[in-house]
């Protein structure tokens, strides 16, 4: 598989069901992961080909075993539609709760499809119903903490690349934060808007985040 740039862009397109995030990597590449929901169909991993999809991005992701479900439909949907079996990565988006990294519940190993994992903050403020106030100096509140270090975590002993949460900051402000980010072990993060790419491949490029080279 191929090398995963530090920007994840996000795209929803008009009155799509699916959003999807696009990434006009370090090298060049230019791909679509297309974002499904755990309970995904065979039809609907279908239709993302057909619509173009070079990978799949899986929302709502707690556990390896929605990675192994979603790998299972993706090897029979690479044959029906003639692609190469293994051909389509994975991009897990977690809000964060997740099991042990090592634990067999956790993502190790259970396929080599699994290119990235996105901690997604957006998630935990649905699932705990409260918007995180950060301080002055930009740390999160500890439940948000958690959350995102259990990302980094999971990422590492998955070695794959962790991304951070999406901003709506600007300018500096936004360069400030993606530099403590990558300060704090991700290697690059979601941009809500294109203003956002040239700032977080020019920071995280800069740092020591997880590894950039998807599984194969």
Same mark, same amino acid.
């Given at each position: 598989?191929? !090398? ?7 795209? +929803? ?48 992701? #707690? ?46 190993? !259970? ?14 403020? !649905? ?17 948000? %903490? ?15 690349? %962790? ?15 993606? !530099? #403590? ?18 700032? +977080? ?12 080279? %998807?599984?194969?």
């Amino acid at each position: 598989m191929e !090398k995963l740039p530090h920007a994840l862009l996000e795209t +929803i397109p008009p009155q799509a069901e699916r959003g999807a995030l696009v990434y006009a990597g370090d090298s060049g590449i230019e791909s679509r992961f297309v974002v499904v929901n755990p309970d995904a169909s065979l039809e609907t991993l279908r239709q993302a080909f057909a619509g173009g999809a070079t990978g799949i991005a899986l929302t709502g992701c #707690r556990a390896g075993a929605d990675i192994q479900r979603l790998s299972a439909l993706l090897s029979v949907a690479e044959a029906e539609e003639n692609l190469a079996e293994g051909s389509t990565p994975i991009i897990a988006i977690t809000d964060g709760i997740l099991p042990a990294p090592v634990s067999p519940q956790g993502f190790s190993g !259970k396929t080599t499809r699994l290119a990235g994992l996105v901690w997604d903050q957006r998630g935990l403020v !649905k699932t705990l119903g409260v918007e995180p106030t950060r301080t002055e100096s930009g740390e999160w509140p500890p439940t948000f %903490a958690a959350a995102r270090a259990a990302a980094l975590l999971t990422a590492a002993a998955a070695g794959i690349p %962790a991304y951070d949460s999406a901003s709506h900051l600007a300018g500096e402000l936004f360069a400030t934060d993606c !530099k #403590r980010s990558r300060h704090d072990g991700f290697f690059g993060r979601l941009a809500s808007d294109p203003a956002q790419i040239s700032i +977080i491949q020019t920071v995280y490029a800069g740092g020591r985040g997880s590894s950039g080279q %998807a599984r194969g």
